[in-house]
């Protein structure tokens, strides 16, 4: 079972980047998918998470409004769209996903999640 992050990568504040998550190994469909993040030094923390019928959306509160969070479960894929990217958004980006179950609501907690991908680095300058 894999998880594969991309679209990383270097912008300048006020851009835009957005983030793709390749499932692979099993089907995520009925699992709650999400993304976190971690800046150096600094505890990893919630960027936003997705349940499996995307009716459920939740985000850390420092991104409100300018990411979002989909997905594409033809695809197994889950991606983040991010808006207007502030210098303090530079961390390594992971995506993760539960076993599954079809829950309604997708959990705001990292440690809810079992399965990880390897992290992406997004860098923001000022």
């Known amino acids: 079972v894999q998880l594969q992050a991309s679209g990383g990568g270097l912008v300048q504040a006020g851009g835009s980047l957005r983030l793709s998550c390749a499932a692979s190994?099993?089907?995520?469909?009925?699992?709650?998918m999400g993304w976190f993040r971690q800046a150096p030094g600094m505890e990893r923390e919630l960027v936003a998470v997705?349940?499996?019928?995307?009716?459920?959306?939740d985000y850390g509160n420092s991104v409100k409004g300018r990411f979002t969070i989909s997905r594409d479960n033809a695809k197994n894929a889950l991606y983040l769209q991010m808006n207007s990217l502030r210098p303090e958004d530079t961390a390594v980006y992971y995506c993760?996903?539960?076993?599954?179950?079809?829950?309604?609501?997708?959990?705001?907690?990292?440690?809810?999640?079992?399965?990880w991908g390897q992290g992406t680095l997004v860098t923001v300058s000022s």
């Open positions: 190994g099993r089907t995520f469909s009925s699992s709650a």
């Open positions: 997705i349940s499996w019928s995307s009716a459920h959306t």
């Open positions: 993760a996903a539960d076993r599954g179950g079809y829950h309604m609501t997708a959990s705001a907690s990292q440690y809810h999640y079992d399965y």
